[in-house]
T-cell receptor, first 107, second 114 residues
Framework: AQRVTQPEKLLSVFKGAPVELKCNYS??????LFWYVQYSRQRLQLLLR??SRESIKGFTADLNKGETSFHLKKPFAQEEDSAMYYC?????????FGKGTRLSVIA | NAGVMQNPRHLVRRRGQEARLRCSPM?????VYWYRQLPEEGLKFMVY????????ESGMPKERFSAEFPKEGPSILRIQQVVRGDSAAYFC????????????FGSGTRLTVV
């Protein structure tokens, strides 16, 4: 079965502090992992995908197959980063999402 | 390109009425996915459709819910005899042929059952 776990419902950090949003997955094959962001009840937007190995808005994520993790990181949080973040996995079925983590950046 | 268009944005129905949610995929996209977002629950997959075909409906409740994606026109998610528990945000996503993992999401329809 495919499963995505985001252990933190809410993460509050101060502006300028580092951010790490945790994501662990369960899948027996070779998954493709994604991070989506949703600002204030807007549509979900793709933030990044592991195969691209790119940095978007200062965020990066590395797929760790040994730990089955795909944590999202940013060295210096900004107020505009406050949003819901969803980790998602694509295996042999449509995208499976975690329950999301709400990031709140405090000025 | 207008992106994935969902309408209405907000829909209020009384218990027992029918709700119809529409989704027009991006131009050139032939795959449509419906997800339901409940508070504290994240997004739950409901159904995956291609033109005139249901590919995967493993996330659809067995009763009252149906979906279609006709040859012409938008995809429709239909909920018959709505109950309070159907209140949620329903998101549609589309992807192009051959790139089934490249999802673009719509803005969603927020259904409120009163």
């Amino acid at each position: 079965a495919q499963r995505v776990t985001q252990p933190e419902k809410l993460l509050s950090v101060f502006k300028g502090a580092p951010v790490e949003l945790k994501c662990n997955y369960s899948y027996s094959g070779s998954p493709e992992l994604f991070w989506y962001v949703q600002y204030s009840r807007q549509r979900l937007q793709l933030l990044l995908r592991h195969i691209s190995r790119e940095s978007i808005k200062g965020f990066t994520a590395d797929l760790n197959k040994g730990e089955t993790s795909f944590h999202l990181k940013k060295p210096f949080a900004q107020e505009e980063d406050s949003a819901m973040y969803y980790c998602a996995l694509s295996g042999n079925t449509p995208l499976v999402f975690g329950k999301g983590t709400r990031l709140s950046v405090i000025a | 390109n207008a992106g994935v268009m969902q309408n209405p944005r907000h829909l209020v129905r009384r218990r027992g009425q029918e709700a119809r949610l529409r989704c027009s995929p991006m131009k050139g996209h032939s795959h449509v996915y419906w997800y339901r977002q409940l508070p504290e629950e994240g997004l739950k997959f409901m159904v995956y459709l291609q033109k005139e075909n249901i590919i995967d409906e493993s996330g659809m409740p067995k009763e009252r819910f149906s979906a279609e994606f006709p040859k012409e026109g938008p995809s429709i998610l239909r909920i018959q005899q709505v109950v309070r528990g159907d209140s949620a945000a329903y998101f549609c996503a589309s992807s192009p042929p051959g790139q089934a993992r490249s999802y673009t999401f719509g803005s969603g329809t927020r259904l409120t059952v009163v």
